[in-house]
């Protein structure tokens, strides 16, 4: 199953005008930043066999798998920003994982309130639903700068997940969490286990 998932996330995948500028783009995202293997290596965490790593300045999420790149998503972060601290509203950065997995089986456009399904985005009060389809629970991994205390991602709610506005994804809209399209959504949430590294920077 995962397998055929992540053929379809391949096969789906878009291809780069011709260009230095692109070719630039590409090979800067192709790569598991060096800055992410060392803090894995650094807390003593192996690799998993998938990793997302969020590209903040290019609003870019970008699949690896076995150290492989796979495939780039468009994605949103946060409107205000970079930050590690509760209350912040801004998308932390650092070394996370998966800590859980949130609707799976719904429906695109099922709408969640404290990860809860209360309805969805055919429904008129629900038509600018904020948490919709399906949630990445992410963890920070780092003490005392993603994990502990106020900047604590997991105690901050810090997901990967749907909305009902995807015309704004590509572009920062969030309040922290990192949105991702419907279509990107559900393949990439079947295809990764709980426990998948999650890495976030700001370049």
């Known amino acids: 199953m995962k397998r055929r998932v992540l053929m379809l996330l391949m ?56 150290g492989k790149f796979v495939k780039n998503f468009h994605c949103s972060t946060s409107r205000f920003g970079i930050g590690q601290v509760e209350g912040s509203n801004r998308t932390p950065l650092g070394l996370h994982r998966i800590a859980e997995k949130i609707g799976a089986g719904e429906p695109a ?20 639903a904020k948490i919709t389809t399906r949630i990445l629970w992410l963890a920070g991994l780092e003490p005392d700068f993603n994990c502990g205390g106020n900047v604590d991602s997991h105690h901050r709610y810090i997901y990967i997940h749907g ?41």
């Open 163 to 203: 909305t009902a506005d995807q015309k704004t994804i590509g572009k920062p809209a969030s309040l922290g969490c990192i949105h991702l399209t419907d279509a990107d959504l559900i393949p990439l949430f079947d295809l990764l286990p709980s426990g998948t590294l999650v890495w976030i920077q700001e370049p």
């Open 11 to 66: 096969s789906a995948s878009v291809m780069l005008t011709s260009g230095c500028a692109n070719l630039r783009f590409m090979n800067s995202q192709t790569k598991i930043p060096e800055t992410c293997l060392a803090t894995c290596d650094k807390l003593k965490i192996t690799p998993t066999k998938f990793i997302l790593v969020a590209h903040v300045s290019s609003q870019k999420l970008s699949l690896f798998e076995d």
């Open 109 to 128: 456009g099922t709408v969640f309130k404290a990860r809860t399904v209360v309805g969805h985005t055919s429904q008129p009060e629900f038509a600018d």
